[in-house]
T-cell receptor, first 112, second 115 residues
Framework: DQQVKQNSPSLSVQEGRISILNCDYT??????FLWYKKYPAEGPTFLIS?????DKNEDGRFTVFLNKSAKHLSLHIVPSQPGDSAVYFC???????????FGQGTRLTINP | GAGVSQSPSNKVTEKGKDVELRCDPI?????LYWYRQSLGQGLEFLIY????????KSGLPSDRFSAERTGGSVSTLTIQRTQQEDSAVYLC?????????????FGPGTRLTVT
């Protein structure tokens, strides 16, 4: 039972353009969501999060959008840079429960 | 300050042997988590420690897997009688339990290969 799904295993975007990574979830109990970025041979690093009381959170070039009715969130990166090439994981959790449920990841490649 | 560290970085073992994986969390972090990532898969939750509370073992795939956390700091994940399907990257994370903050900080992982 995959509660958090990232349906695109890979995405290729030209440098300077917008990258949009998508994530769907099935458990309506999830009330906070995070995006992590992972380089090869390194652990995931936290990027940005959003609580279910919001529908948007922005941090520099990164914006996360949450659509609770559709159980969908997305990460927008603009403008995309070569250093953004990595695997991106979305994760969801329930406040008070601490453990996170991760999606399968999307490999983003930024082309010069 | 120092991040989460894990050792060894790579481990190759024969099927049927036991292995121990170590995690040193960030100093002061009260919560510690183990996940694993199999090839082409997302991160799968294994176990969670919080202070002196009983650990949440709900993600352990079988009774061959166990973990302990000594003195509220270092943790060891033990896999007994390893099987080939145990091959994965085992990731440890730690966090502060602070209201409205749910970020977990990950170590670089231990790549386990069972031959």
């Amino acid at each position: 039972d995959q509660q958090v799904k990232q349906n695109s295993p890979s995405l290729s975007v030209q440098e300077g353009r917008i990258s949009i990574l998508n994530c769907d979830y099935t458990n309506s109990m999830f009330d906070y969501f995070l995006w992590y970025k992972k380089y090869p041979a390194e652990g995931p690093t936290f990027l940005i999060s959003i609580s279910s009381i919001k529908d948007k959170n922005e941090d520099g070039r990164f914006t996360v959008f949450l659509n609770k009715s559709a159980k969908h969130l997305s990460l927008h990166i603009v403008p995309s840079q070569p250093g953004d090439s990595a695997v991106y994981f979305c994760a969801a959790g329930i406040q008070g429960a601490q453990k996170l449920v991760f999606g399968q990841g999307t490999r983003l490649t930024i082309n010069p | 300050g120092a991040g989460v560290s894990q050792s060894p970085s790579n481990k190759v073992t024969e099927k049927g042997k036991d292995v121990e994986l170590r995690c040193d969390p960030i100093s002061g972090h009260t919560a510690l988590y183990w996940y694993r990532q199999s090839l082409g898969q997302g991160l799968e939750f294994l176990i969670y420690f919080q202070g002196n509370s009983a650990p949440d073992k709900s993600g352990l795939p079988s009774d061959r897997f166990s973990a302990e956390r000594t003195g509220g700091s270092v943790s060891t994940l033990t896999i007994q009688r390893t099987q080939q399907e145990d091959s994965a990257v085992y990731l440890c994370a730690s966090s502060l339990i602070v209201r409205q903050t749910y970020e977990q900080y990950f170590g670089p992982g231990t790549r386990l290969t069972v031959t």
